[in-house]
């Protein structure tokens, strides 16, 4: 994450905080007051360190693009209530909320939180998961949280930051990565690329590859539609539901088609990707 990096709001970054808060993109959402008086009252105190809550500036290669807030669940019963009515809080468990104020699309959004992420796994090292609500109208919210990892855990109502929106909400949960399966991850084992369909062991999906995804994707395709992580496989396919589009494979996979199927989960959604590596 060499590109990314975070320091701590200050009042001197109230003006460009002022500006993010008053677009339209960002004020659809947060619904927040940007004047000197209403930032004093909602981030001088995490400022002066008098509440557990942090405000972090994102900088992406040292230009400040967005911020993101952080703490316990338990910090607040407010939202330890509300997190409670849609799924399981484990104790110590962190929480997000966030805006990009500069340099959206091109995935800005999603590295940004990937990149908070990581971080928070190495500052908070008691904290087994991360929990984020997200109002389910906000669509690219919770999908950039699903590129990063997370997965949604829960569903209900909760009051919405803007009053517009239904107040279903999403519980969207990932787990701090266990020690064996970061070193999973960086494992690499080269194999003979014409077995590599035999010792892909782990299955995503019972689907095969439909006409209408199969149809746009190079002939010499295989048949597979599961991954082992560690292992460098020369093409793979999938076909899976709401499979991120960042899934480990080496080397980064490429997004070649997508469609509707019928999904193996009745909390599933229908729309599947298929993605290839060469």
Request: hydrophobic share 40%.
């Amino acid at each position: 994450m060499g590109a990314w990096d975070f320091r701590r709001l200050t009042r001197d970054d109230f003006p460009l905080l002022s500006e993010w808060l008053s677009q339209p993109e960002v004020e659809r959402w947060w619904m927040h007051e940007w004047s000197e008086e209403a930032l004093e009252r909602d981030f001088g105190p995490s400022i002066d360190g008098s509440e557990p809550n942090e405000d972090w500036i994102a900088l992406h290669h040292g230009y400040p693009v967005g911020l993101v807030q952080r703490s316990l669940v338990a910090d607040y019963e407010e939202n330890l209530r509300d997190f409670r009515l849609l799924g399981n809080v484990p104790k110590g468990t962190a929480t997000l909320d966030y805006l990009l104020g500069e340099a959206r699309g091109q995935g800005t959004g999603s590295a940004m939180l990937a990149a908070i992420v990581e971080r928070t796994w190495r500052d908070l090292p008691e904290s087994p998961a991360i929990l984020v609500s997200v109002v389910a109208a906000n669509t690219a919210s919770w999908r950039a949280l699903e590129e990063v990892g997370f997965r949604r855990v829960g569903a209900g109502a909760c009051a919405p930051e803007n009053p517009i929106d239904d107040p279903l909400h999403y519980l969207m949960r990932m787990d701090r990565p266990s020690k064996d399966a970061a070193a999973d991850s960086r494992a690499s084992r080269p194999v003979d690329p014409t077995s590599c369909a035999d010792s892909l062991a782990v299955e995503l999906s019972p689907h095969r590859l439909p006409g209408s995804l199969a149809g746009s994707l190079p002939h010499e395709r295989t048949p597979a539609h599961s991954l082992r992580p560690e292992v460098a496989c020369p093409m793979v396919w999938l076909s899976a539901p709401r499979i991120p589009l960042h899934t480990p494979i080496l080397p980064i996979p490429t997004l070649w088609g997508g469609g509707r199927l019928d999904p193996p989960g009745v909390d599933e959604g229908p729309e599947h990707w298929a993605k290839g590596v060469r």
